[in-house]
């Protein structure tokens, strides 16, 4: 569904983007994880068509992705990473921008704004201005906003950012429902926990280079899906083990100071960039 082929962006001496290749498929939800600086915002505008990357290609639905290019636009629905809401319009002025900037039927554009704004169950806020809604209410409506013209695609950057744990729960479950419906999904995140819990695929941004990629079981079974937290000389060492036999035999002959559990992504990450910097 989306094909990045070594994609790079440079401005001046930085390159956001680095030789990057990456294939999402249809219906898959599909996490790009980084810390900030890592690139993540840059791919998207890239995939969205917002900037144009400095060499390589970019393919949604089989289609070349070219500066404002309309095909592929109508594909993909984008929540931007900051929000960019009119303000001063109503919940359902600003989705009814959209539709009329898509150029979507009176009727339609209707229909449409019912539905979306039962499904984020934001109807109680239809004439309530776009700027006094809470931060979770303004995601919400941003992610209503992006399924107005009813993509394939939808681009997610970082849309839990700032948001207390209950909202952003309530995000999660709604994204969660895009994707049973049958939507592709690309989130970026630099929360490991949010795509741990969301994501059937994983890639690892960092420097702008992919670190790697693949199913969370494929990256914990690389690195190994039992891990030993010790905290030693102040420090605390991860040690990865292939079984849970071959764990419990290391940690009989280590000290009092250590932990036993299954390993997380948040893990392998560190272990990863770990292993980069070598
Ligand atoms: N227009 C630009 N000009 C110069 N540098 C940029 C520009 N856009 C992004 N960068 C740099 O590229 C790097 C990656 O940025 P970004 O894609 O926003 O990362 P992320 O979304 O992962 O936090 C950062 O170091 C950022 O400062
Ligand atoms: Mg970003």
New binding site residues.
Partial sequence: MIVLEKVTKK??D?I??NNISLQINKGEFFGLL??????????IRIISSLILPTSGRVLVAGHPVNRNNIDVKSLIGLVP?HNNLESELTVSENLRLHGMLYRMPRKKINERIDELLGFTQLAEKADVQAGKLSGGMKRKLLIARALMHNPSVLLL??PTVGLDVSSRRVVWDLIKGLHQRGITILL?T?YLEEAEALCSRIAL?KN?KLLMSGSLQELKKLVGPIVIEEFKNNKTVLHFYKSQQEALKAASLMGTNIKLRNTRLEDIFVRITEEKSE
């Fill in positions: 401005y001046n930085v956001p983007v980084g810390p900030n600086g890592a690139g993540k915002t840059t791919i990473q950057d970082e970026t630099h941004l702008g």
